[in-house]
């Protein structure tokens, strides 16, 4: 048994303890051997040696975060006490960067658009030093957000004139042709988490605007085919339902003064022959080209609900059985 004392002084109680003690009691459910024991800006810690170290080391991060001006939201604080892994990964995680530079844009009513995890922060810093990214994991990581936030705030800076956001239209246990309307209509369901998170980032009817004009595209991957872009951002989406032959093709697109991020997640392939997706072996082919970055998103990158950890981390299980 050990005993340890961490300070909070010069931090505001309720950002540590949470509204009504609900950080505190989120902490007592993860580590439910130590007795937590809050008292003005001192937390004392009581319980075995190994809990105590543990549940140590995540306090400090957490108050590590509010002393640079960020905030730790409930789903913050479910993953930081969820990590098997923390404790030898600590610097690892901290941004290289304050968190003012990892506020990516703003979106609408003022809400500020940021990389919370440490793959959505090293997303931002490989923007700058390369023109292609692979950003590979899976759902709910944050990873076509934060690329259509950085798209959307190279739009706004100027820096291209013009973003592409595409996804190969594959349906998942569905038939297009079973969907009434044109071709248009048919295709707009498969492309709308695209047009969610642009929702999120610019008013609806300057959105509109920019979509008339040409200078936001949203498109099937289908439609790639032939163009060159130059002076744009461009975001391929769902990638792990691309042939290799498909993915050459879109990243042959490249222009001058052009942008590419790929994103995709290997294990929610909904091609009828799942070996027919071409990312894997795409991003082996060309992942040691220079100016081309791959980022490996995991499960602590989840920015969904504390449970979608859970349940993927439930279904890995099954699939490696």
């Known amino acids: 048994m050990t005993e340890k004392t961490i300070s909070i002084e010069g931090l505001d109680s309720v950002d540590v303890y949470g509204v009504n003690d609900r950080k505190l009691d989120r902490m007592r459910h993860y580590f439910p051997e130590v007795r937590i024991i809050a008292r003005g800006t001192d937390i004392r810690l009581e ?4 809990q105590v170290e543990l549940l140590s080391q995540r306090i400090q991060a957490l108050t590590a975060i509010l002393r640079r001006g960020g905030g730790v939201s409930d789903s913050d604080l479910e993953r930081m006490l969820d990590w098997q892994t923390y404790p030898s990964e600590l610097e690892e995680r901290e941004p290289a960067h304050n968190e003012e530079y990892y506020n990516i844009v703003y979106g609408n009513e003022g809400r500020i658009v940021k990389a919370r995890t440490r793959n959505q922060r090293r997303l931002v810093d490989e923007y700058y030093r390369n023109d292609l990214i692979f950003a590979l994991g899976p759902a709910g990581t944050g990873k076509t957000y934060t690329a259509i936030a950085l798209a959307v705030r190279a739009l706004k800076n100027k820096e291209v004139k013009k973003l592409i956001l595409t996804r190969p239209a594959v349906e998942a246990g569905e038939r297009l042709g079973f969907l009434p309307g044109d071709m248009k209509e048919k295709l ?3 492309l709308q988490p695209l047009y969610d998170a642009l929702h999120d980032m610019i008013h609806p ?20 085919r032939g163009r060159t872009l130059d002076s ?12 290799l032959g498909q993915l050459k093709m879109f990243l042959t697109r490249m222009g001058c003064n052009a942008k590419f991020i790929v994103t995709g997640d290997a294990t929610q ?7 027919d997706s071409g990312l894997m072996r ?9 100016g081309i970055a791959v980022i490996n998103f995991g499960t602590e990158d989840m920015v969904r609900h504390p449970l979608v950890t859970k349940i993927i981390k439930a279904f890995d299980k099954v699939e490696e059985a």
Do not use: C, H, W
Request: charged fraction near 25%; hydrophobic fraction near 40%.
């Open 269 to 275: 392939i909904d091609l009828p022959n799942k070996k």
């Open 232 to 243: 744009a951002f461009v975001i391929l989406d769902e990638a792990q339902n691309t042939s």
């Open 205 to 224: 009817r300057k959105l509109q605007i920019l979509m008339e004009e040409g200078i936001i595209q949203i498109a099937p991957l289908a439609y790639m």
């Open 47 to 50: 319980g075995p040696d190994e």
């Open 188 to 190: 707009d369901p498969y």
């Open 282 to 290: 795409g991003v082996d082919l060309v992942r040691n080209i220079k």
